[in-house]
């Protein structure tokens, strides 16, 4: 009897022993939460209106055969070859030449311009003789009138030789050339060729109306396209249409784009963020790190290894970043990993 008294006095006390131990071991080896920080510097913030759209070239032509003649497609000097999709051209550069001969003969260039000399000849006997008493000012108008008339017929045959040159109305390129037959004879109006010039491109867009008083003649636009995602073109409001539609609500304006690059070619998608505001020097987080709650927006900064609850107010805002208006200071060690876990003054371990 007494055996087993001593035993389980003796068990008793262990256990006891055994407890005070473990508790004083939780205490001392309290876990430490890992989390990542940075340190707040003050950074400038953009927030943007984003629209999606097509791009047109600001200036194209299509040109068509005034007169019916023999089709000759000339060389670019540029690449010894005749013309072809995708060649510069300069304004007035000749590309194709429309041949008639019997047409040229008809017109009576040469006489017409003969003609010409004459009556010119005769115009300028006709006043000095008028000075003198010579001739009547009936005459005088006459001669004026027969060189007045020579003149226009030999200016007119003129244009008629000149239409059988078709020029680049413009600096540009030739994207369309459908093909015809050197030397075989074709009809007027039809088209020869079509060039576009799009180092400076435009696109419509349409704004919710409630952005109205954000968009402004010369805003900065960035331009971006899923083909060339790596770099931003610039562009700006060019066009502002006044008035808002009533059916869509929306108001239309017009983005003028400057392409020097040709990274944009017309008819492409693209994606348009107008900047309707920015602010410098302002303290910017990253938007992931915001827990939200129903009494507002917290984030944790960590001192001396431990994490603090701030409660903060914020105002610009894009996709990755938001800017803090009140709740934070430059220099604060902000939690950016590891937060989801942790309640203010929690113990942690920087890992970076």
């Keep these: 009897m007494r055996k087993n008294l001593f035993f389980a006095l003796t068990l008793l006390l262990s256990i006891s022993i055994f407890g005070c131990d473990s508790e004083e071991s939780n205490i001392d080896t309290e876990i430490k939460i890992p989390v990542s920080v940075i340190s707040i510097k003050p950074e400038s913030i953009s927030r943007f209106i984003e629209t999606t759209g097509t791009v047109y070239s600001s200036k ?6 005034e007169l019916g003649g023999f089709y000759r497609l000339q060389n670019n000097p540029a690449t010894k070859k ?3 999709l ?3 051209v300069k304004a007035g550069q000749v590309i194709i030449r429309i041949e008639d001969k019997e047409f040229v003969n008809n017109l009576q260039l040469e006489g017409k311009k003969l003609n010409l000399e004459l009556a ?3 115009l300028t006997k006709q006043k000095s003789l008028y000075d003198k008493g010579g001739v009547t000012q009936t005459e005088l108008k006459n001669a004026s009138i027969e060189y007045v008339n020579a003149k226009y017929s030999y200016e007119n045959a003129e244009i008629q030789i000149a239409k059988m040159a078709v020029r680049a109305p413009f600096d540009g390129v030739i994207v369309e050339l459908p093909y015809h037959t050197d030397g075989v004879r074709i009809d007027q109006n039809l088209d020869l060729f079509k060039v576009m010039e799009y180092n400076n491109l435009l696109m ?8 109205l008083p954000e968009v402004t003649m010369n805003q900065l636009v960035q331009i971006t396209n899923y083909n060339i995602a790596k770099d931003t073109i610039i562009g700006r409001i060019s066009q502002i249409s006044p008035i808002v539609n009533a059916d869509t609500r929306t ?3 017009v983005l003028q784009i400057d392409n020097n690059k040709r990274l944009l070619r017309p008819g492409m998608f693209i994606k348009a963020a107008i900047l309707s505001e920015k602010r410098d020097s302002t303290i910017v987080i990253p938007k992931e790190t ?4 129903q009494d507002g927006k917290v984030v ?3 001192e001396n290894g431990i994490a603090t609850e701030k409660k903060i107010t914020t105002g610009l805002e894009n996709m990755d970043v938001i800017e803090v208006l009140s709740g934070l200071k430059v220099n604060d060690r902000l939690v950016v990993t590891g937060f989801e876990t942790l309640r203010n003054k929690s113990k942690v371990s920087v890992i970076q």
Excluded: C, W, Y
Excluded at 290 to 293: A, G, H, Y
């Design 251 to 253: 108001f239309q304006s």
């Design 290 to 293: 915001i827990i939200s709650r």
């Design 82 to 84: 005749p013309f072809a």
């Design 86 to 88: 995708g060649d510069m």
């Design 60 to 65: 194209e032509g299509t040109m068509k055969s």
């Design 204 to 211: 419509d867009v349409k704004l919710p109306e409630k952005h």
């Design 300 to 302: 944790f900064t960590v």
């Design 120 to 122: 010119e000849n005769n």
